[in-house]
């Protein structure tokens, strides 16, 4: 797929994308990124890209016309004809307005095989660009950044991690916090007997331990140790449940639970009652 970033300041994305897991994607043809500077699209003297608002107010807004400038020259499609056609792309602009980013839509966009992504910047953008230009807004969170780079770059890492082949171990996206699996109580691993792993299921992710088995005086906890398969699963999903009751209680009213996990909350609940 192919990522496709509009920004004034270009050089933003020299470092965060070169690194780690986005990189070798890059590197292994799964994923493409092209930056554009809309800067080359201002054709003023001093290529100018932001002015401020009519009616008055403070700070300054960026213009339509490098946008929608940049995006012709990119041959995109009008948003209505994406929409009737299926097209598989999407112009997204980052805004502090737009719906906040999760790992659904992240799971949305991997489907794509194109994702603009609009840096906004300054006070705001020109109306006509959400309005009339982009698919829809989104925000990487309830904050105000002083631009979209960072949430640019937080989305192409997040939806490159859901590429086929771009990590390591397939099952690693559908272990990690967040990841939902529709119409499952609790997921399971492909590999299985045993499964000592699972997916989420939309909570928080278990704990992690690694050698050595005591460091300072802390151990790890004895059932991981044991080679008890079922007890290792239990006892992971028991802390999963645990870290999310005690830091995000909302993400279990969206969660399928099983009748084990009923249980477990409930020993939870009772535990912590007694404290």
Not at 47 to 74: A, H, N, Q, S, Y
Not at 245 to 267: M, Y
């Amino acid at each position: 797929m192919k990522f496709e970033i509009l920004t004034i300041f270009p050089d933003f994305f020299r470092g965060p994308l070169d690194y780690g897991m986005v990189r070798r994607a890059r590197e292994a043809g799964l994923i493409e990124i092209a930056i554009h500077d809309l800067r080359a699209f201002a054709h003023d003297r001093h290529r100018t890209v932001d002015d401020r608002p009519f009616g008055g107010g403070e700070g300054m807004v960026l213009k339509p016309e490098p946008i929608f400038e940049c995006l012709d020259w990119m041959a995109v499609a009008a948003r209505s004809e994406r929409l009737q056609s299926g097209a598989r792309e999407t112009v997204i602009l980052l805004s502090p307005q737009g719906r906040l980013f999760s790992q659904s839509v992240a799971q949305e966009l991997v489907s794509r095989e194109r994702v603009m992504l609009i840096c906004g910047r300054y006070e705001a953008v020109d109306e006509r660009v959400s309005e009339y230009l982009a698919d829809r807004e989104i925000s990487v969170g309830d904050f105000v950044l002083s631009g979209g780079e960072l949430g640019a770059a937080i989305i192409v890492d997040t939806v490159s991690r859901l590429v086929p082949g771009a990590l390591g171990n397939s099952a690693s996206a559908q272990q990690e916090s967040f990841t939902a699996h529709a119409g499952e109580a609790q997921p399971r691993c492909e590999n299985e007997p045993p499964s000592s792993t699972c997916g989420s299921g939309g909570l928080l992710d278990y704990p992690h331990y690694t050698r050595p088995a005591e460091f300072r005086g802390m151990t790890v906890p004895r059932v991981l140790v044991s080679g008890n398969h079922d007890e290792i699963r239990r006892w992971r999903r028991r802390k999963a449940l645990e870290k999310t009751l005690a830091n995000r209680p909302d993400l279990l009213d969206g969660t399928r639970l099983s009748k084990e996990d009923r249980t477990l909350l409930a020993e939870i609940e009772a535990s912590e009652e007694r404290r």
